[in-house]
């Protein structure tokens, strides 16, 4: 089995001499299909600038990011628009929904933006709806939306074009306990479900605990790294996230 994700001595460095920042430092790993993947790490620990690079918002200083095979430095044009839109889907932490679209409109967008398959993508947009339970908000403008709906919308709007890997930058970071909860578990009933591959930064351990195997990372590099074993309950798991964040200095409250 292939991975749909291979990242190579990935490095980005911002400045020069003793300035010089080294947000990752020489990263590789792997995401293999249907992996839910947690990356966490303190603020400043390079997780963002990680995401930032496979999602291809920001270059970096050398490495490789290869995606379905495509390394995707060498693309550009339609391909890039297309990598960006068809081969990932991304789940913001403030929702990033257009005001003056219903949440119906805001889930079709990369339909209209990325060129859909019709039928397949109607089939696809009523199975999201049903199963994120927001078929009752589809015709609400955002600004009439709590929080947790907003996301429930945007989860949809990510995994609309059906994408090789969801992205997913906190996507708990504004949402109360409650929804927070509620997302994670439909994200992780998805990956079970579908074979979702999502790959998901979080600074947050109760939503790492839905994960299948969490890397964390320190000053640019892999600190440790976790595996959810066979079985294991997600309060087991949710414990030993702790463990090792508490050798990064951080924490979280109790498991939800």
């Not at 890039?80 to 119906?104: P, V, W």
């Not at 351990?205 to 839905?210: E, G, Q, T």
């Not at 074993?229 to 990064?248: M, P, T």
Request: hydrophobic share 35%; with cysteine; charged share 25%.
């Amino acid at each position: 089995m292939n991975p749909v994700l291979k990242i190579e001595s990935l490095k980005k460095y911002y400045g020069k001499g003793e300035s010089q920042t080294k947000a990752i430092d020489g990263i590789s790993f792997q995401v293999m299909p249907g992996e839910f993947l947690g990356i966490m790490g303190a603020s400043g620990s390079g997780k963002s600038t990680l995401l930032n690079c496979i999602a291809a918002v920001i270059k970096p200083t050398s490495g490789t990011i290869e995606m379905n095979g495509k390394e995707i430095s060498r693309l550009s044009g339609k391909d890039l628009a297309d990598y960006r839109g068809k081969d990932m889907g991304y789940l913001f932490q403030n929702f990033e929904l257009i005001d003056n679209l219903t949440g119906k409109e805001n889930i079709l967008l990369p339909v209209s933006l990325h060129g859909g398959s019709g039928k397949e993508d109607d089939g696809r947009f009523e199975k999201l709806a049903e199963y994120l339970e927001i078929k009752d908000i589809l015709n609400k403008f955002p600004s009439q939306m709590s929080g947790g709906e907003k996301q429930r919308i945007a989860a949809a709007r990510a995994l609309i074009l059906d994408p090789g890997m969801i992205l997913c930058d906190e996507p708990t970071g504004a949402l109360d306990s409650k929804n927070a909860k509620a997302l994670m578990t439909k994200l992780s009933g998805i990956n079970r479900e579908q074979g979702s591959t999502i790959l998901m930064v979080t600074h947050d351990s109760n939503a790492a605990s839905f994960c299948s195997r969490i890397m964390f990372i320190q000053d640019g590099k892999i600190f440790h790294e976790l595996r959810k074993e066979d079985g294991e309950e997600r309060q087991s798991f949710y414990d030993r996230i702790l463990k090792v964040l508490a050798q990064l200095g951080g924490g979280s409250a109790n498991v939800l």
